[in-house]
């Protein structure tokens, strides 16, 4: 039992979301950013993580509904993770919104010759 503890951890650990690693926001907080802000502006991963996160969600509230002996432990399982997924695709998406704000500003202003 103490293996299949040791990597059910280890594979919520791993799905915890794309989003809280892998995007990043502008660096700046500058309305008129002075120089192109380097960010994530594409959200494949905020909606790769919104899917997932949707779908062990979904898996959970489904378990929970199952009469099978185990279907609690799934359940308890799938839903932190399912929740703590669609968490990362919401950062995901707010920093994908800043960062093509962002990107915008610097370009407006670029063309004003500022």
Same mark, same amino acid.
């Given at each position: 039992?103490?293996?299949? !503890? $040791?990597?059910?951890? *280890? !594979?919520? %650990?791993?799905?915890?979301?794309?989003?809280?690693? /892998?995007?990043? +926001?502008?660096? &700046?907080?500058?309305? #008129?950013? @002075?120089?192109?802000?380097?960010?994530?502006?594409?959200?494949? /991963?905020? !909606?790769?993580?919104? %899917?997932? =996160? +949707?779908? $062990? &969600?979904?898996?959970? *509230?489904? /378990?929970?509904?199952?009469?099978? #002996?185990?279907?609690?432990? =799934?359940?308890?399982? @799938?839903?932190? %993770? +399912?929740?703590?997924? !669609? =968490?990362?695709?919401?950062?995901?998406?707010?920093?994908?919104?800043?960062?093509?704000? $962002?990107?915008?500003?610097?370009?407006?202003? $670029?063309? #004003?010759?500022?």
């Amino acid at each position: 039992m103490t293996r299949a !503890l $040791a990597l059910a951890t *280890i !594979l919520a %650990i791993a799905s915890s979301g794309c989003s809280f690693v /892998l995007v990043h +926001g502008p660096q &700046t907080d500058e309305p #008129e950013p @002075l120089h192109w802000p380097s960010c994530t502006e594409t959200r494949v /991963l905020p !909606l790769g993580d919104a %899917i997932y =996160g +949707g779908l $062990a &969600t979904a898996g959970a *509230i489904v /378990l929970l509904q199952s009469k099978d #002996e185990w279907a609690p432990l =799934g359940a308890a399982f @799938l839903l932190p %993770i +399912g929740l703590t997924v !669609l =968490g990362s695709a919401y950062y995901g998406y707010t920093r994908t919104t800043r960062c093509q704000d $962002a990107r915008a500003a610097y370009e407006k202003a $670029a063309e #004003e010759g500022r």
